[in-house]
């Protein structure tokens, strides 16, 4: 079984104040955008579990949170099937506003992906905010209209991000040293 003293270290490259105080501003320039219409977080699991909780709090009135999963295959070269949807979301997304709530932006073929397929389903706006945005891993260009931090092109987990499932509970976001 592992043991505590067996979890590498996890450089921080985002602190937890930082990205409270980061998640408070999102919060609030969504809910001025939106003026005091209703709006419906769409999360990107497993990811997203503590960003949305916390924009979702940062977000005064109305706001509706459902779920997505999703598979991506990275690298496979047939434009069919790439991202599979694991989990949909249950409430109907017609003529709502809605945000897809996303951990980071690496390659930009998941939310590109997410993009196309939610647009379908006529919604009244479709924005998209990620606390994360990798710009220089970018292979499908996608609009990210609310950002938390742009970060270099290196593996971050913490704060929802994972390394083979381990590291989501941290309350930061950093880099694996592995000592
Ligand atoms: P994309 O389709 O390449 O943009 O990948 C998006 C997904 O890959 C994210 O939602 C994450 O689940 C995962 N991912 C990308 N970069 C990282 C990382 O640095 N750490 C952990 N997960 C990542
Ligand atoms: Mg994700």
């Not at 690298?75 to 809605?98: E, Y």
């Not at 945000?99 to 006529?122: F, K, M, P």
């Not at 919604?123 to 220089?136: H, I």
Request: net charge negative; hydrophobic share 40%; with cysteine.
């Amino acid at each position: 079984m592992d043991t505590l003293s067996a979890v590498p270290k996890i450089e921080v490259l985002i602190d937890e104040e930082t990205i409270q105080e980061r998640v408070k501003q999102l919060g609030a320039k969504i809910r001025a955008d939106y003026g005091d219409e209703s709006l419906v977080f769409i999360g990107v699991l497993k990811g997203c579990v503590p960003f949305i909780a916390d924009l979702a709090r940062a977000v005064s009135g109305h706001v509706e949170m459902d779920y997505i999963q999703v598979s991506s295959w990275h690298g496979q070269r047939n434009s069919t099937g790439i991202v599979q949807f694991k989990k949909d979301h249950d409430i109907d997304i017609q003529g709502r506003n809605v945000l897809i709530v996303e951990d980071i932006v690496d390659t930009g073929l998941t939310l590109a992906h997410l993009r196309q397929v939610l647009s379908t389903r006529n919604p009244k706006s479709l924005r998209v905010v990620s606390l994360l945005n990798k710009p220089e891993a970018r292979l499908h260009e996608v609009p990210v209209e609310y950002l938390g931090f742009e970060i270099p092109n290196t593996f971050v987990v913490g704060y929802g991000l994972d390394d083979g499932e381990m590291y989501r509970n941290i309350p930061f976001v950093g880099v694996v040293t592995g000592d």
